[in-house]
């Protein structure tokens, strides 16, 4: 997901009380509606509602499903589509959480918990490894903003004094890695990895910075 798409979701949760909020919970509860059910709910025009319905359809958080009737016209129903769901509340950094305290907490399991971080970079490195190969370190940074982004990142790269660096204005992970800072590590080595040259982090949101900031030499 890019940084542009993820502000757009931001605004949609943001309008609490807001007519399109309204629709996507309603939705949510009721599941798949029609515009005349809706705008017996909401008390506006089926007019009004078809308006909002098509910006939410055109954003990919509604679809349209078409029911036959054993009699008349078919009816149109809308429901809500997957990306939808991200856009209710979730609590996935508490049960990872409690599971990686849980792990702490088992004598027999020591270090477990520093071997799944270092597993996941592992993962990761062979996951996009290949997007890297043939590259240029100017096109290989702009790639790994691109892969960031793709995770809900906000990265952008700038350009300063012969230097590169990337800045990460939103850390999805950042419940956890206020806890374990060895995963802001692994992320370090990962960048390391992927861009075959040394990279400093200058800033970082899980010690209380407004970003991360990652920097990279040119030169190097």
């Given amino acids: 997901m890019d940084g542009n798409h ?30 005349g059910e809706l705008s017996r709910e909401l008390g506006i025009t089926e007019m009004g509602v078809r308006r909002h319905l098509n910006t939410l359809e055109r954003d990919g958080y509604v679809r349209t499903s ?17 990306a ?7 609590n996935y950094h508490v049960l990872a959480l409690d599971l990686l305290e849980e792990l702490e ?19 990761l490195l062979n996951r996009y490894v290949s997007r890297m190969q043939g590259k240029t370190l100017e096109q290989r940074v702009e790639e790994l ?13 700038e350009s300063k004094e012969g230097e590169l660096i990337l800045h990460e204005y939103n850390c ?34 899980a010690k209380g910075g407004g970003k991360c900031s990652y920097r990279i030499s040119k030169l190097l």
């Avoid at 078409?66 to 997957?82: A, C, D, F, N, W």
């Avoid at 692994?186 to 075959?196: G, I, K, N, T």
């Fill in 6 to 35: 993820a502000v757009h979701k931001e605004g949609i949760l943001r309008q609490d009380g807001s007519t399109r909020q309204i629709i996507l919970t309603l939705l949510r509860t009721k599941g798949p509606s029609s515009t």
């Fill in 66 to 82: 078409i029911v036959r009737q054993p009699m008349g016209r078919p009816s149109h129903l809308y429901g809500l589509t997957e």
């Fill in 84 to 90: 939808a769901d991200g856009l209710f509340p979730k």
């Fill in 105 to 123: 907490e088992v004598p027999e399991l020591a270090g477990t918990v520093s071997k799944l971080f270092e597993g996941r970079k592992q993962k």
């Fill in 145 to 157: 903003a691109a892969i960031q982004n793709s995770g809900g990142y906000m990265a952008q790269v």
């Fill in 172 to 205: 999805p992970i950042a419940q956890i890695a206020n806890r374990y800072q060895m995963a802001c590590h692994c992320e370090l080595d990962l960048f390391e990895a992927l861009l075959e040259t040394p990279v400093e982090r200058t800033e970082c949101l």
